[in-house]
Nanobody, 121 residues
Framework: QVQLVESGGGLVQAGGSLRLSCAAS????????MGWYRQAPGKQRELVAT???????IYADSVQGRSTISRDNAQNTVYLRMNSLKPEDTAVYCC???????????????WGKGTLVTVSS
């Protein structure tokens, strides 16, 4: 059984910063890509940023330049640092990881339950 658990959300004032964490646990052999997605009220889920096991990152245009995704492979954890937060960043942020479980042949995508980020104006 593999689980992803996010933390670090909360209420932040516009212009502020926060760091989200997502830790994977369970019967894990290896983790490929890890990423963050968000879903604002009344909107579709959208990609925020992803990072490969080698550290290559991709960002959505909306967060490019004010966000940094990183990971600690030894801890099976991915982070998202966001600066200069805007009210439009308000959303539930979920992490996703492509994980090869121990004793399995194929990687699968796993999702966390999400953490709410609210940016006040």
């Amino acid at each position: 059984q593999v689980q992803l658990v996010e933390s670090g959300g909360g209420l932040v004032q516009a212009g502020g910063s926060l760091r989200l964490s997502c830790a994977a646990s369970g019967s894990i052999f290896s983790i490929n890509a890890m990423g963050w997605y968000r879903q604002a009220p009344g909107k579709q889920r959208e990609l925020v940023a992803t990072i490969t096991s080698g550290g290559r990152a991709i960002y959505a245009d909306s967060v490019q330049g004010r966000s940094t995704i990183s990971r600690d492979n030894a801890q099976n954890t991915v982070y998202l640092r966001m600066n200069s937060l805007k009210p439009e960043d308000t959303a539930v942020y979920c992490c996703k990881a492509t994980i090869l479980g121990a004793g399995t042949q194929y990687g699968m995508g796993y999702w966390g339950k999400g953490t709410l980020v609210t940016v006040s104006s």
